[in-house]
């Protein structure tokens, strides 16, 4: 079946240093690829997504580049800030699925 | 705006003890559904409902019920609650399942069964 598997956490980083987060996929056709933040307390917020092969999300200085021939949607960032402090959830939906397949979440905290 | 209510956002009760946790939308999505957020098991989908009076099971729905009788609502009904359903749960809302769909997620229920 459809499923997402992400790099464990915590993870814990200084401010401005660079953040990956490993996320890879299995799906059966085209699936759609998404990640998701939750600050603390409260509900999942897009961050970004892609829609097919090579496409590239970004946003607020965080990029994920959709890699079909690594099943892979690695989410990225330069310069963290203790801002970004949150967990960071890998997903997918399939163009004809009912649901999101969600990782199981990887917990970063920016340090000062 | 745009959002997903849920009340309560904490709850605290007894085993077997009926709840309902009420979720409600104001987008006109005709796709909802209620997820668990667990440790180390990330979030998985309890049901969900395509539009009005449609719904089906997800990946962990068994001592669950929903029900859809209008389009912004989509409460979920414990009808006896157990320890093993204390988690964290989620409701989302979106447009229609499709390639660049986007779900929209509740603050969430803190539910604790003692």
């Known amino acids: 079946g459809d499923s997402v598997t992400q790099m464990e956490g915590p993870v814990t980083l200084s401010e401005e240093a660079f953040l990956t987060i490993n996320c890879t996929y299995t799906a059966t056709g085209y699936p759609s690829l998404f990640w998701y933040v939750q600050y603390p307390g409260e509900g999942l917020q897009l961050l970004l997504k892609a829609t097919k092969a090579d496409d590239k999300g970004s946003n607020k200085g965080f990029e994920a580049t959709y890699r079909k021939e690594t099943t892979s949607f690695h989410l990225e960032k330069g310069s963290v800030q203790v801002s970004d402090s949150a967990v960071y959830f890998c997903?997918?939906?399939?163009?004809?699925?009912?649901?999101?397949?969600f990782g199981t979440g990887t917990s970063l905290t920016v340090i000062p | 705006e745009a959002q997903v209510t849920q009340n309560p956002r904490y709850l605290i009760t007894v085993t077997g003890k009926k709840l309902t946790v009420t979720c409600s939308q104001n987008m006109n999505h005709e796709y909802m559904s209620w997820y668990r957020q667990d440790p180390g098991l990330g979030l998985r989908q309890i049901y969900y409902s395509m539009n009005v009076e449609v719904t089906d099971k997800g990946d962990v729905p068994e001592g669950y019920k929903v029900s859809r009788k209008e389009k912004r609502n989509f409460p979920l009904i414990l009808e006896s609650p157990s320890p093993n359903q204390t988690s964290l749960y989620f409701c989302?809302?979106?447009?229609?399942?499709?390639?660049?769909?986007?779900?929209?997620f509740g603050q969430g229920t803190r539910l604790t069964v003692v």
């Open positions: 989302a809302s979106s447009l229609s399942q499709g390639r660049s769909t986007e779900a929209f």
């Open positions: 997903a997918l939906t399939r163009t004809t699925g009912n649901q999101f397949y």
